[in-house]
């Protein structure tokens, strides 16, 4: 099991466009979107315990230790490996919480990743993921690790490996979205066009849960068009938001933007990435 010392990265994603084209059966709805890893996310540590089970050491407050995604996808592979060793996990938590960046997913699929090789467990990335869905509907593109248009609630992937990685600004304008509240909105529009990874690439790149999520949240139309004054062109939502982002030319300007942003939001500079870090450290595919 691991040193307590060794960090884990859990990085942010970003829905670089996002279309609701249907819904399906269980209420659940359909999205076409397109996920990037950022350079900058949340890191975890884990210990081994005495006794069974799994416990947060370290982590969010405003999330109770036993409903944390961390806690809740160590117990899911614990019970379907039959595992025995106890697990501490500690989160270094960075990642605004109900931002759209999946810091949630992210953490999950990291505690999957590692303990799955940390303990031996051997089970393949299409069984993690499969596991991880049932958490949450972005584990799955943190389990496989690579940048990828996605469809169904976001678990159909396919890999998208030449995407520009450029600069980002996001920008958190200080309040918090319900995802579910959005897909319950009855002025939600649910059967938008399906797009083609072709149109994606052309250029189509809106998000269509925007214009619902500006009506309802104000505040978030304030931050967009405080990016757009910034010079940074088109910028958007990430998934149901309340996080807007935008390209900077550079690393520099990113900076200089986030430096002058306005002292009630939070906002950070990040690279895009078409890789998720850990695929590195823990030498998978
Ligand atoms: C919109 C996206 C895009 O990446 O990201 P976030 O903004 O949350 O990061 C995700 O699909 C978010 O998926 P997921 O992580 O499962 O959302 P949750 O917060 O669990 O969903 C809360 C509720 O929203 C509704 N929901 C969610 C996803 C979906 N495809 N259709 C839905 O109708 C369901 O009623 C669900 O119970
Ligand atoms: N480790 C965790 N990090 C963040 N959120 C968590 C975690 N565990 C459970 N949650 C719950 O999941 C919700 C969604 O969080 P998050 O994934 O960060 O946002 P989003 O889905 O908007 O990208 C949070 O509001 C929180 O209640």
Not at 105 to 131: H, K, P
Not at 154 to 174: A, F, I, K, M, S
Not at 196 to 213: E, H, K, P, S
Not at 219 to 240: C, F, K
Request: aromatic share 6%; proline share 6%.
């Amino acid at each position: 099991m691991a040193e307590e010392q060794v960090a884990y990265p859990a990085p942010a994603k970003l829905n670089l466009m996002l279309r609701v084209i249907g819904r399906r059966r269980d209420g659940y709805h359909l999205l076409q979107t397109v996920f990037q890893f950022l350079d900058y996310g949340d890191a975890l540590r884990f210990v081994s315990l005495p006794g069974r089970g799994a416990r947060r050491l370290a982590g969010a407050a405003e999330v109770s230790p036993e409903s944390d995604l961390v806690v809740r996808a160590a117990q899911l592979l614990q019970d379907a490996c039959g595992v025995r060793e106890g697990v501490g996990i500690f989160v270094d938590k960075r990642l605004p919480m109900g931002g759209g960046l999946g810091g949630g997913s992210s953490d999950a699929a990291t505690t999957l990743l590692v303990l799955n090789q940390l303990l031996g467990l051997g089970l393949s990335l299409a069984e993690l993921a499969e596991l991880g869905l049932g958490l949450g509907a972005d584990v799955p593109v943190f389990v496989r690790g690579r940048a990828a248009w996605a469809e169904g609630v976001g678990e159909q992937l396919t890999p998208l490996p030449e995407l520009p990685t450029p600069w980002y600004v996001v920008l958190h304008p200080g309040v918090s979205v319900s995802t579910g509240s959005i897909f319950s909105d009855p002025e939600l529009t649910r059967s938008h066009s399906p797009i083609t990874i072709r149109d994606f690439l052309d250029g189509v790149q809106d998000n269509t849960l925007q214009a619902l999520v500006l009506a309802r949240y104000p505040v978030i139309g304030e931050a967009l068009n405080w990016l757009d004054g910034q010079g940074i062109a088109a910028p958007r939502l990430t998934g149901s938001g309340a996080c807007v982002f935008g390209m900077a030319d550079s690393r520099e300007v990113a900076g200089s933007i986030v430096r002058r942003v306005p002292a009630n939001w939070v906002a950070f500079a990040a690279q895009g990435s078409n890789r998720h870090p850990l695929h590195a450290q823990l030498n998978l595919e």
